[in-house]
């Protein structure tokens, strides 16, 4: 892979569409070797679910809104100007507490995590998927799903 820079405008990135929301691909192992960079706008009540990531660590810096993470023991209210690391093997979920879309720049290493979101739009697209899907999905991409996925929208 010969790796040459990335400069993306406004407006510029590919992505998918999550629950209605925009998730832009900044950077993806078609750019690099390293990490993956996504600007995911995440749905009022979406969660997550607790899980946990054998390999892939993961980097949030919170933009807009306000979401709650579950890191480990810890309860994080992330706002504005947050920023979360999270190493592989510790478990954690996200969730938007809020009643308006929050926004967030999301890192994962080594890249490549987003095939997981291009195969989750596709799972999505015409409504909630089989929970059998989900798991097998989140399997392939090195996450393990220790609760439901939920959300209140």
Known sequence: MTVKHVIRRPGESEGVVLRGKPMGFLVTGEDTRHTSMFDWTIPAGFATGRHVHRVQEETFYMLEG??????????????????????SGVAH??????????????????????????????LTASGPPDARAISALRARFDTDQLSALTTRA
């Open 66 to 87: 306000e979401c709650e993470w579950h890191v480990g023991d810890e309860v994080v209210r992330a706002t504005p100007g947050t920023f979360l690391f999270i190493p």
């Open 93 to 122: 979920n996200i969730t938007n507490v809020s009643e308006k879309p929050a926004r967030v720049l999301m890192t994962v290493s080594p890249p490549g995590h987003e095939h997981y979101f291009e195969e989750l739009a596709k």
